[in-house]
């Protein structure tokens, strides 16, 4: 669904100045990119994993094998599946039951969830690590249960885009610690967000960095154009309404939750008024008249997505 394609929802005006400069920010975290040697890389046999559990007809018992040939990812598998998420009725000790339970698509999205967390692990971050993940899992939450209120027929990988949207974060931490720790003091306790501090600072920001990691290890175009385009909806490409969700998804965490300078917002601003207006044409169900109303309906599932959000973070962090 290319945005060109989308009737009925009006394309701004400077449209074709935004992708010019979207272009010159990718040439910044591009060149910021070529500085960095040791980025962190998905382990082989968690692709080939990856891979199968994508294949709905991979057969299980082939699926469990390869798992097993990685005792730390078997381990993982076995103790997230028994983790308080979860809650079988029996403990599983299977690598195969634990596929049966949680099904292909969960196991994947815990797999790729766990190992990107692991990935930037570093003695010390500029900003509140625990604060960044709760923010992150937070968006996979709500994207996946405003998903479901429009009736988008991928609800799974709301979830999952959400809780990666802001990948590039994580490499401003970990590689410019020092400057990235700079431009967070200088806008703590101001109305200034990090997406325009990064713009002034560097030039680029975690969206474009974010894709830049995001093409390195070879994610799905989707997903690629969503951690791209989250602030700024109205030039997806790939999926303008699953970008719509997350762009609305994000908004709504940095509002209405627990912030601070590596995750804060103002008001809303032209993409995510254009997210509301994607959301409002291709919803399967009736919304809320304005913005303001459909956020008032979103706060009362936050207790419910709160209580998701500790179960998952706990789980993934220790897992």
Known sequence: MEASRIQG???????????????????????????????????????RVIRLLDDHESNPD???????????????????????????????????RALLYL?????????????????????????????F???????????????AMVGYNDTELAYMVGIIHDIGKVFFGHYLREEYGEMLAHINYTRSTTYDAELEYFGTTHSEVGLCLAQRWNFPPVYS????????????????????IVALADFFCLAYTISDSVAQATKPDR????????????????????????????????????????QLFNTMTTA
């Open 225 to 244: 154009d969503v951690i791209s385009h989250h602030h700024t909806s109205e030039l997806a490409i790939e999926d303008p309404l699953l970008t719509a």
């Open 133 to 147: 993940w709760m923010h992150s899992f937070s968006v996979g939450s709500m994207s996946r249960r405003i998903a």
């Open 9 to 47: 929802i009006p394309q701004p005006a400077d449209r074709k100045e935004r992708l010019l400069d979207k272009a010159a920010m990718m040439i910044k975290a591009r060149k910021l990119f070529k500085d960095v040697s040791d980025l962190p890389t998905i382990p082989v046999i968690v692709s």
């Open 62 to 96: 082939e699926v469990a094998d390869l798992i097993l040939s990685d005792q730390v990812l078997a381990a993982r598998v076995i103790r997230v599946v028994n983790s308080p998420l979860y809650m079988p009725g029996s403990k599983i000790t299977s690598v195969k």
């Open 103 to 131: 099904g292909f698509r969960s196991v994947r999205e815990m797999i790729l969830t766990s190992y990107f967390v692991d990935g930037f692990k570093a003695p010390e971050q500029p900003f509140d690590m625990n604060i």
């Open 271 to 310: 993409s995510e008024e254009y997210a509301w207006n994607l959301l409002k044409q291709h919803s399967r169900h009736p919304l809320p008249d304005n913005l303001g109303d459909f956020f008032f309906m979103l706060s009362d599932e936050y207790v419910e997505v709160f209580r998701e959000v500790n």
